[in-house]
């Protein structure tokens, strides 16, 4: 048995401190916010609305704020201070206490959940009721009217009322009617303009369209010329650096010819001062003073073949140098004039690219202008056909109305001939 690890281990799971508190009394440890959640209810109701009010700014403000509410709970619960203990984070209550504030927390909410279901059945009554009532002046509405009828069913003049309704309803049809094909015919004017309008919109994105291809076809053109350019510039551009090495190479040339020319002017006066001191013979002063000529000879001649050689390639250079700078300070106007060009016909592509966006948006509102229109039609001829059933309906019923007036002053004629005739008896 590793003793100094199961001291550590009863250390850190806090078994010793739980034995301890359960020896001095106070068996039943609980943190301050969940005993102030679970029996804030069994207080005056006060604390729980200054929880939403209060808002602590850190952590030990909370604590403090927390421990401050479970004693004021405690001191509102007439709990006796030798029953309970306050710590740092929690609250320690000997034991039966804990029991007795569970007991009286299941009590408390007992009261409530029965006051909330009185609350609940008295709203669900009162809906009841108002229900009924409506329904019993729905009803009262009901039989009034219903006597009324009765008592007016077999009077002449409602009868009289009934027929002659209908054929006032007729008038107000007609005039129904006509304002109704009143509105056909400007909805259909207003069509008409519209599919006017349609087709304009429509040539206008032909048009613009097809001078959008032109427009690509000539920046496409403008494009090729500017890489016909730009490969123009760069053959210039190595036909330079070629000529930039070859004159190098001749500088390099002449400057080895210079070290040697040096050298001979220092054999010559190393020839001389020989002379001078007369440590030569003079057959072999001669020698040196014939190869001397010679070499002088020699090297004016050349110096006079490499300086003209020399000029000639300066002149060459000067030359071909100012002309690839003329051609390449066309190639670069050439390219500007391109790519201004260029620039050009993008910002007018874009200018027409924005004109064809505002005609098609156009051509789009219109088409839902269109649709709009068409389906207000189709409402229209269907209200149409309905306005018309009723007044054929309506035509029927006036005939037939009309029939049994007809018959009625009949009736009411030979009505009066039988009582004149009865009078004359």
């Not at 604390?47 to 421990?67: M, T, W």
């Not at 009924?132 to 509405?141: N, V």
């Amino acid at each position: 048995l590793n003793i100094p690890l199961t001291r550590s281990q009863l250390r850190g799971s806090q078994i010793l401190d739980a034995v301890r508190l359960h020896k001095v009394g106070f068996p039943e440890a609980i943190p301050f916010t969940e005993f102030h959640r679970r029996f804030s209810i069994l207080g005056d109701g006060q604390q729980e609305r200054n929880v939403s009010e209060e808002e602590p700014r850190s952590s030990s403000e909370s604590i403090d704020l927390a421990r401050s509410r479970v004693k004021e709970l405690l001191a509102g619960l007439e709990v006796e201070d030798s029953s309970y203990r306050l710590g740092n984070t929690q609250v320690f209550l000997r034991g039966g206490v804990l029991t007795r504030l569970e007991e009286a927390r299941e009590e408390r909410l007992g009261e409530k959940i029965i006051k909330l279901q009185a609350l609940a059945r008295g709203h669900l009554a009162r809906q009841h009721l108002k229900k009924l009532k409506t329904q019993d002046i729905a009803i009262r509405c009901i039989q009034k009217n219903v006597r009324k009828f009765m008592g007016v069913r077999g009077w002449a003049w409602w009868r009289l009322l009934i027929k002659v309704t209908p054929l006032l309803n007729v008038q107000r049809t007609e005039e129904r009617l006509k304002q109704k094909e009143n509105e056909v015919e400007t909805l259909k004017q207003r069509l008409e303009k519209v599919e006017r309008e349609r087709k304009e919109f429509k040539e206008q994105a032909e048009k613009n369209q097809v001078r959008l291809s032109e427009v690509t076809a000539d920046l496409a053109e403008e494009h090729n010329a500017s890489t016909i350019a730009t490969e123009r510039l760069e053959s210039e551009q190595a036909e330079r650096m070629k000529l930039e090495r070859e004159k190098a190479e001749l500088l390099s040339k002449n400057k080895a010819l210079n070290l040697n020319t040096e050298r001979l002017e220092l054999e010559v006066l190393h020839s001389r001062s020989l002379d001078m001191n007369g440590f030569q013979d003079e057959d072999e002063g001669n020698l040196y003073r014939a190869k001397y000529e010679r070499a002088m000879k020699e090297l004016e001649h050349t110096k006079k073949l490499f300086n003209q050689q020399h000029e000639d390639d300066l002149e060459q250079l000067m030359a071909l140098k100012k002309q690839l700078e003329k051609k390449l300070n066309d190639a670069y106007e050439e390219v500007d004039e391109q790519r201004q060009v260029v620039a050009q016909w993008k910002r007018k592509t874009q200018k027409i690219q924005g004109e064809m966006n505002d005609t098609r948006l156009l051509l789009e509102e219109q088409t839902s202008r269109n649709a709009l229109l068409e389906k207000k039609q189709r409402k229209f001829d269907s209200e149409m056909s309905m306005v018309q059933e009723d007044r054929r309906q309506e035509q029927l019923a006036r005939e037939k109305i009309q029939k049994e007036l007809e018959a009625l002053k009949q009736a009411k004629s030979r009505l009066e001939e039988d009582l004149q005739a009865m009078k004359l008896d």
